[in-house]
């Protein structure tokens, strides 16, 4: 696993109007939080290793507290399984997935596409997010679908997005992008390219045609 991610540079002193130009900044990968996580954070770890049992140290391969916020990083095997138990545990209650986020890490070896998954209990007013990550070599997450029917759209975006295929979506197709797209357009190794566009006699180039980032 590499030690760092890939950003791109919102900070870049260069004129790109494209949004990303190539510049790139260095983060450390986050480690394990340590205990006390804080707030609710702590009983809802030990109320999941409670019901997971010794499948938790499987399943969960870090904990994470930044921000203010709780991830769960997800061995993506098990990923059904720990939604699922934070769904029905009368102690979690994770009733709410908002979404599927996708992300590419180039350098992140091994484990280049992640997906996020955002989780809200009604029941208790408590948050966390799962990630979940896998290799562009074998870009395959089981979809959660089953559990959470609001993921539906939402996979299919990753999907088309970033190419990672949700294995037991009941429709993975296209969902933005033409059927016959060829590519993922907002993975970083997709190149900007474009079409020109044109209104009212005036024409835009291209992103990757508009300025020069050197």
Known sequence: MSDTHERSNPESK????SG??????????RRSSSRPYGGYFDEVVDALSAALGDDFS???ERVVVHAGQLT????????????GVLRDDELLRFELCCGVSGVHYPLDSGRELHAFYPLMSITHNRRLQLEVACPDADPHVPSLFSVYPTCDWHERETYDFFGIVFDGHPGLTRIEMPDDWVGHPQRKDYPLGGIPVEFRGASVAPPDQRRSCR
């Not at 260069?14 to 109007?17: A, K, L, S, W």
């Not at 990303?20 to 990968?29: F, K």
């Not at 990083?73 to 098990?78: K, S």
């Open 14 to 17: 260069y004129n790109d109007v």
């Open 58 to 60: 499987y399943a969960v």
């Open 20 to 29: 990303y130009g190539g510049l790139v900044r260095r983060e450390p990968l």
């Open 72 to 83: 769960l990083h997800v061995a993506r095997a098990f990923l059904p399984l720990v939604a």
